[in-house]
């Protein structure tokens, strides 16, 4: 399985980016994809955004995105979105896409990542 995340770069606080994950691999329907991010000067692993079961359509948000980010995917195109408004400063990390068997389980591949940087 492979990711390729785009659509990172910089904006200014309130402003909106969407992040895209293309993914190449079998059975994109079967799985879920979850996003992470990684600020600045913190501990390698990141935390958890996002994340949506494509078999189901369920979806999970951190607390703190919840009502600005909308996770989404285009299974035709076998690519999961992540729409971010209103963005913040503390939004400022850089984002990863990963493939989870569930949302609830550790991501066995992961994309290359994107920059998101807010500014105030």
């Known amino acids: 399985v492979q990711l390729v995340e785009s659509g990172g770069g910089l904006v200014q606080a309130g402003g909106s980016l969407r992040l895209s994950c293309v993914v190449s691999g079998d059975r994109f329907n079967d799985y879920a994809f979850g996003w992470f991010r990684q600020p600045p000067g913190r501990d390698p692993g990141g935390e958890k955004v996002s994340c949506i079961s494509i078999k189901d359509g369920k979806t999970y948000y951190k607390d703190s995105v919840k009502g600005r980010f909308t996770v989404s995917s285009d299974n035709a195109k076998n690519t999961v979105f992540l729409q971010m408004d209103a963005l913040k400063p503390e939004d400022t990390a850089e984002y990863f896409c990963?493939?989870?068997?569930?949302?609830?389980?550790?991501?066995?591949?992961w994309g290359r990542g994107t920059q998101v940087t807010v500014s105030s």
């Open positions: 990963a493939w989870q068997i569930r949302c609830d389980y550790t991501p066995g591949y």
